[in-house]
């Protein structure tokens, strides 16, 4: 049965009633105070969809005491709540992630293409990246006559060894066999890129040979 009042001076006069004000209302109904002072006032565009006005009435319900479903046929009869259906949205959650509009997707595209574009950069143009394992120290004493220089070779195109090219294996590992003169030997190492700069080491291996004993005469 329709009523003589609106639900904004119902809602009024029952809070009177009860010596309660919004703030109190929200606490005990868990309705936001938000909410609720749009239900006071009457300004029921700025409610939610149609389902969740209807669950705050009933919630008010229990506490002040009135008919939720009557209230709720006249209030939709009058159509003053929005209709649930496809234009209506949920509450939005303040932490969700909002979707990227289409200028955000350009920006990060662009950005996507720029970082690709430095990285290819680095792979091509830049500098190789050379290792060794051995011999490690800048000098090196040794006392043979031949040596197995290795190391390895990271994004490189090619690799001299006192200007003599030395073949890697796929994971970039490299070694070459040197004959030493006895004193300082100096070893070049250089990798190259096609397109891109060179890293060139240097060691220094000093061949000592061992001394051979000195030879005694045997008396007659």
Known sequence: MPHDKSFATFLDERLRERDLNLKKLSELSGITFRHLECLREGSFAHL?????????????????????DAWWHELEYESTIQRSGRGDELPKNRFALQSLSGY??????????????????????????????????????????????????????????????VRTLPDGAWEKSLSLQPGLNTIEVTAKKFLGGETRVIRQVIYEPPLLPASTSSPF
């Open 48 to 68: 939610p969809a149609a389902p969740y006005v209807r669950g705050y009435l009933k919630k008010l319900a229990g506490i002040l005491d009135f008919d939720a």
């Open 104 to 165: 955000g997707w350009m920006a990060l595209i662009a950005l996507l293409a720029v970082l690709y574009i430095g990285f290819r950069f680095s792979v091509v143009f830049g500098t190789p990246q050379l290792t060794l394992a051995y011999p490690k120290d800048a000098i090196t004493r040794v006392a043979t006559a031949t040596i197995v220089i290795a190391g390895k070779l990271g994004g490189g195109d090619s690799l001299l060894v006192n200007e003599e090219v």
